[in-house]
């Protein structure tokens, strides 16, 4: 069963072009994040949300938004992909804040032509 | 913030043979420390964790132990099997915290 489904599971994208992914959560859980992860490197936090709070990462670059809607759905904003975006974008979620497991997503491979 | 590293940053072991991996933190406040298993091209996966006031915790096959004092804590898998290769990942974290601080990761490889 599914719990976080990250759609889509392959994405291409040109230079410069706008792109969204999507995240969305069965477990009601309160926090949602996003992670970029290239070539098995550990994965690195872009910014999360606790509830309706957003907590971006001071690294993170501009380029890169995010939106909540509501508990289930959290999407990923690329402005203006550059090369070096290409990645795999995992969501998560956990129930709190800290101390607390986190169940990860499926990934999006994203690629930048 | 915190800081977490990770050794070796490969590992390669016979089927049935022990493998460990060790992660140091740097912030004596993290009271959590949970070990991730990634295969390739799959998502991070939790299997096995521990919290600050347990020294040692087991799972089958595998097993975390802590040392707050020294601020290490190792997983330990026995009788390794080819299912065991894959990218195994430490964290730490502390309450109310928002971030999970990885380790950069263990590619184990299990020899058959």
């Known amino acids: 069963d599914a719990m976080v489904i990250q759609n889509p599971r392959y994405q291409v994208t040109q230079f410069g072009k706008p792109v969204t992914l999507s995240c969305s959560q069965t477990l009601n859980h309160n926090v949602m994040y996003w992670y970029q992860q290239k070539s098995s490197q550990a994965p690195k936090l872009l910014f999360h949300y606790y509830d309706k709070d957003f907590n971006n990462e001071a690294d993170t670059p501009d380029n890169f938004q995010s939106r909540r809607p509501n508990t289930s759905f959290c999407f990923l904003d690329i402005r203006s992909p550059g090369l070096g975006d290409a990645a795999m974008y995992l969501c998560?979620?956990?129930?709190?804040?800290?101390?607390?497991?986190?169940?990860f997503g499926s990934g999006t491979q994203l690629s930048v032509l | 913030g915190e800081n977490v590293e990770q050794h070796p940053s490969t590992l390669s072991v016979q089927e049935g043979d022990s493998a460990v991996i060790k992660c140091t933190y740097s912030?004596?406040?993290?009271?959590?420390f949970p070990w991730y298993k990634q295969e390739l091209g799959k998502r991070p996966q939790l299997i096995i964790d521990?919290?600050?006031?347990?020294g040692e915790k087991k799972d089958q096959r595998i097993a975390v132990t802590l040392n707050k004092t020294a601020k290490h804590f190792s997983l330990h898998i026995t009788e390794t099997q080819p299912e065991d290769s894959a990218v195994y990942f430490c964290?730490?974290?502390?309450?109310?915290?928002?971030?999970?601080?990885f380790g950069d990761g263990t590619t184990l490889t299990v020899k058959p």
């Open positions: 998560a979620t956990s129930r709190e804040q800290g101390n607390e497991k986190l169940f």
């Open positions: 912030d004596s406040a993290s009271n959590y």
């Open positions: 964290a730490a974290s502390k309450t109310n915290a928002g971030k999970s601080t």
């Open positions: 521990i919290r600050s006031n347990v």
